[in-house]
C-alpha cells in the first residue's frame, strides 16, 4: 500500500527497512481554535521475499501501535494511526508540533526517534477580524471597517472614551456607520480632540473567538460650537442724543457708548473672554462705556474653553463731525492810527446732526493792558465754505476806539452745537518809524544800511549808537558808513 499523508520522521533499520511517520490534517475547530491531525507509522521493507521479527514494539507519539511478532513483504505496511489535537496561536496560526517514536524489534535498536510537523503547514484558523475607524466629529459619523477571516463570523462593536463605555451595535457583518454620541461633549470641555477605542468582538456563531481593537480621533466641530455672541448700544451722551434724537446714532468725538455683551458658549463649554473693540481702537474686557468715540464699527469676540472663538461686527450710524478750530491775528494797520483789525479762520462742521443743525457764532471782547474789566462780547460775522469759515478775503477792522498809545488784551470765542475754542491774544501799542528828540534820534524800525545789510541790534555808548549788522560785526567806526554829528551818528550820504 502507498503511504498516506506528509512525512515528518524517517527511521532506518537493519536489513533495508525503514520507518516512515506522517501527518495528515483531519479537521478544524475553529470556535476552539484547534486542528485534528491523523498521525500514521509505516513499516517499509525494501529487501527481496519478507522480513520478520518474533517480538516488536512500536510506539507513536507515546502510544503503541504495533507489537508482538510480524512478517512483511516488500512494500510499505501501516502499523497504526493516532489522531492528535493541536491548539493553534491566539492569531489561528499553526504552532508546529513535535511527535516522538519508539521502535524495538529484531531489525530496530530499542529507541525513541523525534520528529516534528512545522509551524505554519496546518492551515491557519480564521480568528477574531480586524478593524478600522476613520475620524470623526461628534455628531457626525465615523466609518466603522471590518476584515474578517470568515464569512460567516458576526461582529459586536462597542466604544471606550474618556471614561464613556457602550455597545455600538451587534451582529455586524464588515461595516457600520457609527454617529459620535452628543454625550461625549461632556468630556471634551476644555479640548478639541481626544481619542476613542472601538473594540470588535468576533463571534463564530455564538462562541467569541476573539476581541481586536483601534482608536480614532473625535474632534469638536467649530463650525458648529462657536458660541452664541449678541451685543446692544446705547449712546449715553445727553447731548449727543439731544442733537441727533437718537441714542443709537452717534457723533464723532462725542458719544459715549454704553456696551451690553451676551456670550453664550455650547455643550458644556464655558466661556473664558469677551472683547469688545471700536474701530477707533478703544476696547472693552466686557459690557462697559466707550466714551469720546470715533467710528460707529464695534467688533465683539467671545473665546470658549475650547479655544472656539465667535466674532460679530456691527456699524452704527455716527456722524462726522469736525472738531471746531480757531485762529486769529490781531494788528495796528498803521502805527501810530487807534484802530486795530483782525484776521481768522478754523475748521467746523457745517451740517445737521439729524435733529437739529450745527450752527456757529463768533465773539469777542477786550481791555485795555492794564485794566482789569473786559467789555461785553460783540459778534463777528464770518465766510462758511464746506466745513471751513474765515473773515473772508479782508480784514476786518474792529474800530478806532484803541489809542494806539496803549497796549489792549483780546479774547475771541466761536462756538457751535458741541464745543467753545478760545484765543487770547495782546496787540502792543503803536509806535512812530522814529524819534528825532532834542538830545537823540530813536528808531522803532528796522534800520537798512545802502548795502542792504539789516540792522538786528545797537547799544548807545559815550554819547553814541553803535550798531551790528545781522551777523554782528561793528559798524561804526570801522565802516565809514557814519559819522559823527553832535552827539549822535547818521548814515552818511
Not at 475547530?29 to 517480538?55: C, D, E, H, Q
Not at 437718537?246 to 466661556?271: P, R, Y
Not at 475748521?347 to 485794566?371: A, T
Request: negative net charge; aromatic residues 10%; glycine residues 8%.
Amino acid at each position: 500500500m502507498a503511504r498516506t499523508g506528509t512525512q515528518f520522521i524517517h527511521v532506518s533499520g537493519t536489513s533495508n527497512t525503514h520507518l516512515y511517520g506522517t501527518y495528515q490534517l483531519v479537521s478544524q475547530n475553529i470556535n476552539n481554535n484547534t486542528s485534528t491531525i491523523r498521525l500514521r507509522l509505516y513499516f517499509t521493507y525494501s529487501g527481496g521475499t519478507t522480513v520478520a521479527s518474533s517480538y516488536s514494539t512500536f510506539k507513536l507519539d507515546g502510544t503503541t501501535v504495533k507489537s508482538g511478532s510480524y512478517s512483511y513483504k516488500p512494500g510499505d505496511h501501516l502499523l497504526g494511526q493516532k489522531d492528535i489535537t493541536v491548539t493553534h496561536n491566539a492569531d489561528g496560526t499553526f504552532p508546529g508540533k513535535s511527535v516522538s517514536v519508539y521502535s524495538y524489534s529484531y531489525q530496530f535498536s530499542k529507541d525513541t526517534d523525534t520528529g516534528s510537523i512545522p509551524a505554519g503547514v496546518i492551515a491557519t484558523i480564521p480568528r477574531a477580524s480586524s478593524v478600522t475607524a476613520t475620524d470623526a466629529a461628534i455628531e457626525s459619523s465615523t466609518s466603522i471597517n471590518i476584515s474578517r477571516a470568515s464569512g460567516s463570523f458576526k461582529h459586536t462593536l462597542k466604544y471606550a472614551f474618556e471614561g464613556l463605555t457602550g455597545t455600538i451595535a451587534s451582529d455586524i457583518d464588515t461595516s457600520y456607520g457609527w454617529t459620535i454620541p452628543t454625550s461625549f461633549y461632556a468630556k471634551m470641555t476644555n479640548i478639541l480632540s481626544a481619542k476613542c477605542t472601538i473594540i470588535c468582538e468576533t463571534y463564530s456563531g455564538d462562541i467569541l473567538i476573539g476581541t481586536k481593537e483601534t482608536t480614532f480621533n473625535v474632534s469638536i466641530n467649530a463650525a458648529i460650537n462657536k458660541p452664541d455672541i449678541d451685543a446692544t448700544f446705547e449712546d449715553i451722551n445727553e447731548l449727543a442724543t439731544s442733537l441727533t434724537g437718537s441714542n443709537n446714532k452717534l457723533i464723532k468725538f462725542v458719544s459715549e457708548v454704553k456696551v451690553t455683551m451676551t456670550a453664550t458658549a455650547k455643550n458644556g463649554a464655558t466661556i473664558v473672554s469677551k472683547k469688545i473693540i471700536c474701530g477707533d481702537g478703544k476696547s472693552l474686557n466686557d459690557n462697559g462705556t466707550l466714551s469720546l468715540v470715533e467710528s460707529g464699527k464695534f467688533t465683539i469676540t467671545a473665546i470658549d474653553s475650547r479655544g472656539i472663538s465667535n466674532s460679530k461686527e456691527y456699524n452704527l450710524e455716527i456722524v462726522d463731525y469736525i472738531k471746531l478750530t480757531l485762529n486769529v491775528e490781531a494788528f495796528r494797520p498803521t502805527p501810530t492810527d487807534n484802530q486795530i483789525a483782525i484776521n481768522f479762520k478754523g475748521n467746523y462742521y457745517n451740517n445737521s446732526f439729524g435733529l437739529i443743525d450745527n450752527n456757529l457764532d463768533l465773539k469777542y471782547r477786550y481791555k485795555p493792558k492794564e485794566g482789569n474789566s473786559w467789555t461785553n462780547y460783540s459778534n463777528l460775522n464770518k465766510t462758511l465754505s464746506d466745513n471751513n469759515y474765515s473773515n473772508g478775503s479782508s480784514e476786518i477792522n474792529l474800530g478806532d476806539m484803541f489809542d494806539y498809545n496803549n497796549a489792549y488784551d483780546f479774547e475771541f470765542v466761536a462756538t457751535d452745537k458741541i464745543m467753545s475754542v478760545a484765543v487770547q491774544l495782546s496787540v502792543a501799542q503803536g509806535l512812530p518809524n522814529f524819534d528825532w528828540g532834542k538830545d537823540d534820534f530813536q528808531h522803532n524800525t528796522v534800520v537798512y544800511l545802502k548795502s542792504g545789510n539789516e540792522l538786528l541790534d545797537y547799544e548807545k555808548n559815550d554819547n553814541r549808537i553803535q550798531y551790528r549788522d545781522a551777523k554782528g560785526n561793528n559798524l561804526f567806526p570801522e565802516t565809514g558808513l557814519f559819522k559823527k554829528i553832535g552827539t549822535f551818528d547818521e548814515e552818511e550820504n
